[in-house]
């Protein structure tokens, strides 16, 4: 009788494990794979990116959405971390790597090119000059700052406008892009830019004391370089203390303390990213640079607020006031 009990508290057992298993079988089996995302550091429009792709990705596949694993790694702005993040994606064999910023892209498309991962990029300013528009398997979104209307709202603000200063982050490589484009547009206007670069955000404070010793110096205006607005509180104290105003290159930044921007929506930019990277997981689109696109259209926007504190009238084409 005892072996009787026995052998049937076995069975139960046994048949418990086999239904564990089977469920968790089927669980695995549902899962249809991990996109790894790759964000080059913590700033509000990178947060943006990432918010806008998630949204892109539940609107586009749906219920699907659950079947897929997101894992997000931040590199802290430093590429050789997201050199290292890209490699382990690979070494994962993830279904696609997603990468939020010129730096992370480009780590991950190096790292990608030996395998059959597709690369999506956001928020890349140059992808050209990134040297992405022809390696393989790479496609995603660019945010291009509009120039012109960035100037054009910079001298609304400060009508004798002749001197604008920029920090820009050498290993940044849209950055360099960025800054010969701001020139160009600003030497057409009579303009002068006076630029400072440095390699790592840890030279920012130096950087921008140098910076503000420019004699003549009307104003700050930033590009998408995200070493550089990941370390926007540094900037605007130094520059608050001194009365000079900076121009943000997105609405974030202007909450954050930036007196007015030309912006872009990056909820948006990484929504378009999103539904791309569903397209390619649903084998609807491939990873090609025909794919690629382009975002450029811009809204001006201000913070009241800030105006006010440094004692500037707020001219008709501001836009938005944004102060919280």
């Known amino acids: 009788m005892k072996n009787i009990k026995k052998l049937l508290v076995i069975a139960i057992v046994l048949s418990m494990a086999m239904v564990a298993t089977c469920a968790f079988t089927a669980c695995q089996d549902s899962t249809k794979g991990t996109i790894g995302i790759i964000q080059f550091g913590t700033h509000e429009s990178l947060n943006d990116c990432y918010n806008g792709i998630i949204l892109g990705l539940k609107e586009e596949l749906g219920d699907d959405f659950n079947n897929y694993k997101i894992e997000l790694q931040n590199s802290n702005f430093d590429p050789s971390t997201s050199g290292a993040q890209a490699n382990e994606f690979v070494g994962k064999n993830v279904s696609l790597i997603g990468a939020i910023a010129t730096p992370s892209a480009m780590a991950a498309a190096s790292a990608a090119q030996d395998s059959q991962i597709p690369v999506v990029y956001c928020a890349v300013s140059d992808p050209k000059s990134a040297g992405l528009t022809t390696m393989e398997n790479v496609t995603g979104t660019s945010d291009l700052l509009d120039y012109?209307?960035?100037?054009?709202l910079i001298k609304a603000f400060i009508p004798t406008v002749d001197k604008i200063g920029v920090l820009y982050t050498?290993?940044?490589?849209?950055?360099?892009?960025?800054?010969?484009?701001?020139?160009?547009?600003?030497?057409?206007?009579?303009?002068?830019?006076?630029?400072?670069?440095?390699?790592?955000?840890?030279?920012?404070?130096?950087?921008?004391?140098?910076?503000?010793?420019?004699?003549?110096l009307d104003c700050i205006?930033?590009?998408?370089?995200?070493?550089?607005?990941?370390?926007?509180?540094?900037?605007?104290?130094?520059?608050?203390?001194?009365?000079?105003?900076?121009?943000?290159?997105?609405?974030?930044?202007?909450?954050?303390?930036?007196?007015?921007?030309?912006?872009?929506?990056?909820?948006?930019?990484?929504?378009?990213?999103?539904?791309?990277?569903?397209?390619?997981?649903?084998?609807?689109?491939?990873?090609?640079?025909?794919?690629?696109?382009?975002?450029?259209?811009?809204?001006?926007?201000?913070?009241?607020?800030?105006?006010?504190?440094?004692?500037?009238?707020?001219?008709?084409?501001?836009?938005?006031?944004i102060a919280e």
């Not at 012109?148 to 054009?152: D, V």
């Not at 830019?193 to 030279?203: L, P």
């Not at 930036?258 to 930019?269: G, H, I, N, P, Q």
């Open 221 to 321: 205006t930033n590009l998408t370089d995200n070493t550089v607005v990941g370390a926007l509180d540094v900037i605007l104290e130094k520059t608050n203390a001194l009365n000079i105003p900076v121009f943000g290159s997105e609405i974030d930044q202007v909450k954050a303390g930036c007196l007015a921007s030309a912006s872009l929506d990056y909820v948006a930019l990484g929504k378009t990213t999103g539904i791309m990277v569903a397209k390619i997981l649903k084998g609807e689109i491939t990873a090609t640079n025909d794919e690629a696109k382009q975002i450029e259209e811009s809204f001006n926007c201000y913070n009241s607020s800030v105006a006010s504190t440094l004692g500037f009238t707020v001219p008709s084409i501001a836009g938005r006031d």
């Open 148 to 152: 012109a209307s960035q100037l054009e």
């Open 170 to 216: 050498t290993t940044e490589a849209n950055s360099a892009a960025q800054l010969a484009e701001l020139k160009r547009h600003a030497s057409e206007l009579g303009i002068e830019i006076v630029s400072k670069s440095i390699t790592n955000a840890n030279e920012i404070p130096s950087a921008t004391d140098v910076l503000l010793t420019e004699e003549g």
